[in-house]
């Protein structure tokens, strides 16, 4: 069983995750509190992201498409060597996402993480967002043609 004090610092190094890496997009803390051998598992991604630089590239992604992307935790729980946070991040889609072109739309997308700890930093990560939603914010009616019709 781990302590208090234990559950509270890796909360707040997953705090520090969201807050600099993700919405200030300084990668200089990724060097710091990515492990080496990091492995994320990303929803809409075909394979698991392996090691600091691949997880760099991947903010930057995220950042190319939504430069003032913001995130803002909502609910985190520590147990263990893990930490569960429900997240809800905001941007404005300036910039190519998946192969769609900018929409200057304002995009908002709720998701959960799952960060494995070892040694001070993040060993693992399960993340999951609802890019259902996203994508119809970008795109507009485009999946109406896929709706089923009566």
């Not at 909360?11 to 080496?36: G, H, M, T, Y």
């Not at 429900?86 to 192969?99: C, D, L, S, Y």
Request: net charge negative; hydrophobic share 45%; aromatic share 10%.
């Amino acid at each position: 069983m781990s302590d208090r004090s234990t559950l509270d610092a890796n909360k707040a190094l997953i705090q520090r995750n969201f807050e600099f890496i993700w919405s200030q997009c300084n990668l200089s803390v990724a060097d710091e509190i990515i492990a080496p051998d990091y492995v994320g598992h990303i929803a809409t991604l075909p394979e698991p992201v392996r090691g600091v630089d691949a997880f760099k590239q991947v903010v930057m992604l995220y950042h190319f498409a939504a430069p003032d992307i913001r995130f803002a935790i909502q609910d985190q729980v520590a147990e263990g060597d893990k930490v569960a946070t429900r997240w809800i991040a905001h941007g404005t889609h300036r910039g190519e996402f998946m192969g769609i072109a900018p929409s200057g739309q304002t995009l908002s997308v709720t998701g959960m993480s799952f960060h494995r700890l070892e040694n001070g930093r993040i060993q693992e990560s399960w993340d999951d967002w609802d890019a259902l939603t996203v994508l119809q914010n970008m795109t507009g009616d485009v999946f109406e043609s896929l709706s089923m019709r009566i």
